[in-house]
């Protein structure tokens, strides 16, 4: 990846600079996902100020980056996605790895499909070590033809390079240590480096997630957070804001928090999960289901599934809406150690 400027280069104002790292922003990319009116609105900073800063950031790249290039460097860039196993390999061949890195994956579904459980298991996974995008694929195709790995060899794939951690912003109060426990097990983890390495809060209400949210980006770059999931990201504003009149109110905040999220996947290449709840819909298709959040949550992050239940254990996910796998769909079930191959 290029070289990353921080804000500190546009040579601004103190107040100003402290005004935009307070608000998370420590990268002059970071400023370019903002409208100055909404820029404003997160940093405290005038319209005109800020209108200034978006300026100067664009002028600086434009000295400092190339702003044309051939497709082929392009494709170079994509090529190098990362991934982190799910624990189930269908679900990572349907994903083409795993979890993707500097992407927000949201998991939608009804009660009881499988969300958290995808969730807790990917605490456990991101911890496991990396593989190449290589190593990857012929795991994947082994497993996909039937082929018995051969012992010794690890079948699941993490990103830990050394001194990782994980958040988890636990809304729904779901997570459970000594359910977790057996998922560390399965993947042979080290419990008690694990369990020191995951970071959880738990929100009392819609604005203390968002207060949460804010303070995110520092609590990812002091920890070197790989893995971040919020579960889940709409229950809570959809009870606080439940009247008609505050569903813009209630759009407004899930997109902030979501606008957040984007930006800590891509610049400090982490991995971002949040579940969201689904109301029943009556589409061409017959009864169907919905995600909630509605269409700014749809537009924010890069990989919308559905979960829904099978026969236990068993669940379908299939892609709704991705802004690069094409839609499909796999199998897999729910077990005492996360979700696994059904
Ligand atoms: N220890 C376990 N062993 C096997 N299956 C389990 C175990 N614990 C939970 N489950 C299954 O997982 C399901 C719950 O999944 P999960 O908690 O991930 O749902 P969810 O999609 O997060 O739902 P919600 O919207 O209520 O949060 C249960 O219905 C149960 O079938
Ligand atoms: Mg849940």
Redesign the pocket.
Known sequence: MSKEYTVHELKLQKQTLAALESAGIYYIKDILLYSPTRLAEITGLSKETCEKILDKAIEFLDQHRKRFMPIAELEKTSEKKRFMSTGAHALNRLLQGGWCVGEVTE?A????????????TALATVFLPSMSQKEIQEILQETEQGEARKGNQKEHWGLNDGDISAVIIDS?R?FSVN?FK?IIKRFNLDEKEVMKRIIISRPENAWDQKRIIESLVSVVRENNAKLVVV??LTKLPRADFSGQGELYARQRLILDMAEKLRRIAINYEAVVLV?N?VVASVGTIGLGFKPTGGHVLGHTVDTRLL?V?AT??YRRVSIMDSSWLPPGECKIK???EGIADA
């Open positions: 998991l579904g009804p009660y009881g499909s499988g969300k958290s459980q995808a969730c807790f729904e779901t359910r057996k579960d889940s579940t709840q979960l239940r236990d254990p729910i077990t005492d």
